[in-house]
């Protein structure tokens, strides 16, 4: 069974970092492009970050690009949002999403999904 599991998320100051992971089991992650996506409280998910199979192509929303970097360890299964310079904004549950189609852009589609982790940004 496919399972995606997010961590890595907690509270942090303004201007702080953190580093989010994603550990797929039951599938071969290798093959699969995986985004990260976010919700902020009472707005929509969207996305935010995804990077295909082989790691050539990334993708960032313009509210991340310079300050968020994507990257992934196919032999651990993992896919890392670096996540720097944290702003209020930047507050929301974040979940990772996998998409069969290993170069896909933001737009996926994304077939699984993680249950996600709370990112806060707060002073």
């Known amino acids: 069974q496919l399972h995606l599991v997010e961590s890595g998320g907690g509270l942090v100051q303004p201007g702080g970092s953190l580093r989010l992971s994603c550990v797929a089991s039951?599938?071969?992650?290798?093959?699969?492009?995986i985004g990260w996506f976010r919700q902020a409280p009472g707005k929509e998910r969207e996305a935010v970050s995804c990077i295909s199979s082989a790691e050539k192509i990334k993708y960032f929303v313009d509210s991340i690009k310079g300050r968020f970097t994507i990257s992934r360890d196919n032999a651990k299964s993992t896919v890392y949002l670096q996540m720097n310079n944290l702003t209020l904004e930047d507050t929301g549950v974040y979940y990772c999403?996998?998409?069969?189609?290993?170069?896909?852009?933001?737009?996926?589609?994304?077939?699984?999904w993680g249950q996600g982790t709370q990112v806060t940004v707060s002073s």
């Open positions: 999403a996998a998409c069969g189609d290993s170069d896909a852009d933001l737009t996926g589609p994304w077939d699984y």
């Open positions: 039951g599938f071969n992650v290798d093959a699969y492009a």
